[in-house]
Nanobody
Framework: QVQLIGYGGGLVQAGGSLRLSCATS????????MGWFRQGPGKEREFVAA????????YYADSVKGRFTISRDNAKNTFYLQMNSLKPEDTAVYYC????????????????????WGQGTQVTVSS
């Protein structure tokens, strides 16, 4: 059984920063692809960022590239999303997720390819 707990969301003014964390338990975190997704009001869930098992390969949605950074600490079974220069359009519930394909060099941006999901953490950016 794999569990993910995402946290770190909150209310921040435009231009501010937040760091989301996702703590994991269970098997195979250190060999898995980890991703962040978000779902804004009235919108579908969309890809934000992903990182492969070693941390060497990362991939970002165009809308967050240059502002957000995904990272992981395999020793702590935790991965992160540092969000800078936040905009009101970043307002959403953010979800962390794991793809259990072991030791993949690549990352995936497709929600259905992720095996387990965290419960979501709300990020609200005021203008």
């Amino acid at each position: 059984q794999v569990q993910l707990i995402g946290y770190g969301g909150g209310l921040v003014q435009a231009g501010g920063s937040l760091r989301l964390s996702c703590a994991t338990s269970g098997r195979a975190f250190s060999s898995s692809v980890m991703g962040w997704f978000r779902q804004g009001p009235g919108k579908e869930r969309e890809f934000v960022a992903a990182i492969n098992w070693s941390g060497v390969n990362t991939y970002y949605a165009d809308s967050v590239k240059g502002r957000f950074t995904i990272s992981r600490d395999n020793a702590k079974n935790t991965f992160y999303l540092q969000m800078n220069s936040l905009k009101p359009e970043d307002t959403a519930v953010y979800y962390c997720a794991v793809n259990l394909t072991p030791y993949s060099r690549l990352v995936t941006t497709t929600p259905r390819e992720y095996d387990y999901w965290g419960q979501g953490t709300q990020v609200t950016v005021s203008s």
